[in-house]
Structures are given as structure tokens and as C-alpha cells.
């Protein structure tokens, strides 16, 4: 499994990130991404830290882990900047929270993200069609949450990303120990989307490269 978007006590999740790298690679992970929630308040908090701990514990287990961000709530405008200024501290994966059903997000999130070209567009919710395919255009990766109630609208991004051509990562945002999950239990989210096992494995590809990408092999 490789999981692309996390939360450790650097934002709301339970676990530092070591923990938390840590359980990942005891439950099969062979990638796991740390991706804080920020803002202009605390992003260059965040990530220099996060990229320290991952360079410690690449060096010293097999597991690999990448130092993102979230960028969370951002009023849409701020997300190109913000996105360039996390690359440039260190995070070699950049994740827009999108328009999720059950979390009011700023309209014109998802297309802003995609337009700055960040990594991942999570739980980007009713995204449009026109959206849909700029995502493809600018190989922005739209995410498949396990997430509850992100979920909610995995079956609309699943179906609008097969018509155009988009590309899929599934990821757990997991806050917690509990939200971790094996390769089984991410077929299943997959294939309750509407997607094909087919499907499955290309978004695995997908992260695969993605993770590839960033250690430059
Ligand atoms: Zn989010
Ligand atoms: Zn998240």
C-alpha cells in the first residue's frame, strides 16, 4: 500500500510522525506521505520539521516516507503562491484540501488547485466536469478517500474521472492509528467507488510513481 495523504500531531492527527510511519510499515505500507494541514500561519513550521524526521528515518528503514502538506482552507487565490512556497522548504508533495461534500471549503478550491498544478486534489467532492478534465490536462492527481464521509462522493469523482481521462490516487487521510488500511481494505474502497480491479492497480501505479518521482528513482 502507499498512502499519499496522512495527518501526524503536527496538524489533528493523533501520532508523530515517526508512530506513524512507523504502523504504516508494520501494516504493509511500502510509502507513506505526511501531509499537515496549513496555512500561511504555519506552513513554514511545519514542513522543514516534517522533511528532518522523514530524512532520519529514510536513512534508517525501508519504508519510505515524504514530506508533504495539506493546504487547507486557503482562500483559492493563496493556493499557487503557498504551493510554490512549500515546495521551495522541502514538501516534494503538495495536496489541496478540496471541496468535499461534508466540509465547507471555499468554492473555486478544486479549481484553483488544479490550475497551480499541485500534486493531489483530495476529496475534491461534486467536482465539474470542466474541472475534471483541466485535472487531466495539468496531471493533477484527483483522490479517492477512505475517508468517512469524503467518501460520500467517491463514486461521482471515480465516474467523471474515468469519461475524461483524469488520473486517480486513493489515499486513507488517516488521522488516527484505525485509519491506516492494507491493500484488501483499499480494493474495497475502490471497487465500492465503481471502479474495476483494473483501476485499482493503476491508481497504485499512480502513487507508485508519484513516490518514485520524489527519491528520484
Ligand atoms: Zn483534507
Ligand atoms: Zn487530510
Redesign the pocket.
Known amino acids: 500500500m502507499i498512502d499519499l495523504?496522512?495527518?501526524s500531531l503536527f496538524?489533528d492527527g493523533e501520532l508523530l510522525p515517526s508512530e506513524l510511519v512507523r504502523r504504516a510499515e508494520e501494516i504493509g505500507y511500502e510509502a507513506v506521505a505526511i501531509?499537515?494541514?496549513a496555512d500561511s500561519s504555519n506552513l513554514d513550521w511545519i514542513v522543514p520539521h516534517l522533511v528532518r524526521v522523514c530524512e532520519d528515518l529514510n536513512r534508517r528503514w525501508k519504508i519510505r516516507a515524504v514530506p508533504g502538506i495539506?493546504l487547507?482552507h486557503l482562500p483559492p487565490d493563496m493556493i499557487a503562491p503557498l504551493a510554490a512556497e512549500a515546495r521551495s522548504l522541502g514538501a516534494k508533495i503538495v495536496?489541496v484540501?478540496g471541496e468535499t461534500p461534508v466540509v465547507p471549503v471555499a468554492p473555486g478550491t478544486n479549481g484553483k488547485a488544479i490550475e497551480a498544478g499541485v500534486d493531489i486534489l483530495?476529496?475534491p467532492g461534486l467536482i465539474s466536469e470542466k474541472e475534471t478534465a483541466l485535472a487531466r490536462e495539468r496531471k493533477v492527481f484527483l483522490e479517492i478517500s477512505a475517508?468517512r464521509g469524503?467518501s460520500l462522493a467517491n463514486g461521482h469523482i471515480a465516474r467523471l474521472a474515468t469519461r475524461f481521462g483524469a488520473s486517480l490516487v486513493l489515499?486513507t487521510?488517516g488521522?488516527a492509528p484505525g485509519d491506516l488500511i492494507t491493500r484488501g481494505q483499499a480494493l474495497k474502497v475502490a471497487l465500492g467507488a465503481g471502479l474495476e480491479a483494473g483501476d485499482f492497480e493503476r491508481m497504485l501505479q499512480n502513487s507508485s510513481e508519484i513516490v518514485t518521482r520524489v527519491f528520484g528513482k
Open positions: 495523504h496522512t495527518h496538524s501531509t499537515d494541514h495539506e487547507t495536496v484540501h483530495a476529496h475517508r469524503h489515499n487521510d488521522h
